[in-house]
């Protein structure tokens, strides 16, 4: 009886003892799944930083556009001969130099007087034109990798290589044909917009319009900056939105120069 007994207690106790160990085992299991999320679980790690802190759209900095050294390539001449363009505008050109060694041009890079390359308004960086010369007839490819020029009536400032291989370099001012034949981005949608004001003969009247431009336009960045023996003043509308710029450009009318509608990329 007592061997029956010790044989039946010495059998729930190894079913207990068993019972116990898968007990333990699946605790354990469960602790792992727990503890560890799977990798897909993971948010991006772009997201782990605050909204808050990213840069307001309309103050964030425009990335380089490079144009190739000199402006052009082979490749780019045989396009031109190959198509046809897309745009033709018809204005004055003239030319410009660098005031100071090392300035760089609006797209980015080091500005170079002896690449084949001009500035525009409102065409975006990068933009493959042909400038022809409507009195001599001479012409050249070139690409846009600056802005301006912030006078009126004027279409295109040049650079000293530029503008020799179209015959204004001499004269200084010539009427010229612009063909576009490709650009990087869209020409009639996108695009971040600024509206360019000046040039001030007195740093005083850029800062006084400077508080008038934040007053009337808050979610807007406003700086004013000095040019070559003048100041400017330049305004960025809430997303560097075209609409927005354009109403400014059109309705404010500057005590000095003018207000210029600017592409910025």
């Known amino acids: ?11 729930v106790c190894a079913v207990l003892t068993a019972a116990a160990m898968l007990g333990a085992s699946g605790c354990r299991h469960k602790e ?7 990798p897909q679980a993971l948010p991006p790690e772009e997201q782990t930083a605050p909204a808050a802190e990213a840069p307001a759209p309309s103050a964030a900095r425009i990335p380089v556009t490079p144009v190739p050294p000199g402006g052009i390539t082979a490749e ?15 204005g004055y050109a003239t030319w410009y130099t660098a005031p100071y060694k090392g300035r760089r041009a609006a797209n980015g890079q080091i500005f170079d007087d002896w690449a084949l390359t001009a500035a525009h308004r409102t065409l975006p960086m990068g933009s493959l034109v042909v400038v022809t010369n409507l009195k001599t007839g001479q012409s050249s490819a070139m690409r846009i990798n600056d802005r301006g020029p912030f006078v009126e009536d004027r279409m295109l400032d040049l650079t000293i290589a530029s503008a020799k291989a179209v015959g204004v370099y001499r004269a200084g001012l010539a009427l010229m044909r612009m063909d576009v034949f ?38 807007s960045n406003v700086i004013e900056f000095p040019g070559e023996k003048s100041y400017w003043v330049r305004i ?3 997303g560097d939105d075209r609409a927005i710029a354009e109403y400014i450009a059109l309705h404010l009318k500057p005590a000095e120069g003018g207000a210029y509608l600017t592409r910025l990329d």
């Open 76 to 90: 780019d001449l045989e396009f031109v001969a190959t198509h046809r363009p897309i745009l033709s505008e018809v």
């Open 32 to 38: 792992k799944t727990t503890q560890v999320a799977p």
């Open 236 to 238: 960025r509308p809430q």
């Open 182 to 219: 490709e650009t990087p981005k869209p020409i009639d949608t996108g695009g971040r917009w600024c509206v360019q004001i000046g040039a001030f003969h007195d740093e005083r009247a850029a800062i006084k319009l400077k508080e008038q431009l934040l007053r009337r336009y808050p979610g």
């Open 1 to 11: 009886m007592v061997r029956v007994n010790g044989s039946w207690r010495g059998a």
